[in-house]
């Protein structure tokens, strides 16, 4: 964040989304499943996942990297993900997306396939006719560079 502010034109605006647990689906699902069908995993600490859902949070990092605090901004944003059907692709992205998720499926027999029925069965709740939409949560978040 200190670089993206330091190579800004002077008032130039940067700003990013980030994900917000509670109301999103995919993580709610993804997380659940998970937590239900693999076998912890320890990993190097990390920061939290969700850390600049929390719009304090935001702000101090904003501050921190030396962006004008007057021009802090912050709007929760809900957007549905269309997926044609519980079992899509497009879900196994999210399964091909993390190594921490196949890690922690590979620690058990079936756990890679255990925690694939469960996310396809967390889908299958969000059925609309259309096929499938779920609610995915973010926080889209900005501040002026100083003039």
């Known amino acids: 964040m200190a670089e993206s502010c330091r190579v ?3 008032g130039g605006r940067f700003a990013f ?3 917000v647990a509670e109301g999103n ?4 699902i993804v997380d659940g499943a998970v937590a239900a ?3 912890s995993v320890r990993f190097p600490d990390g920061p939290p996942f969700y850390r600049f859902a929390d719009g304090e949070e935001s ?3 904003f501050a921190d990297a030396g962006f004008d605090d007057d021009s802090f901004e912050i709007e ?4 549905r993900w269309r997926v044609p059907a519980a079992g899509s692709c497009s879900m196994q992205s999210c399964m091909q997306a993390s190594a921490r998720l196949r890690c922690s499926g590979r620690s058990r027999p079936r756990g890679l396939e255990a925690i694939r029925e469960a996310i396809t069965e967390g889908v299958q709740r969000h059925a609309d006719g259309e096929g499938f939409a779920l609610p995915i949560v973010a926080r889209v978040i900005s501040a002026r560079s100083p003039r």
């Open 8 to 10: 800004l034109a002077p």
């Open 17 to 19: 989304t980030a994900s």
């Open 25 to 28: 689906a995919v993580a709610e």
């Open 37 to 39: 069908q693999a076998v």
């Open 59 to 61: 702000r101090r990092a």
């Open 76 to 79: 929760t944003v809900t957007a």
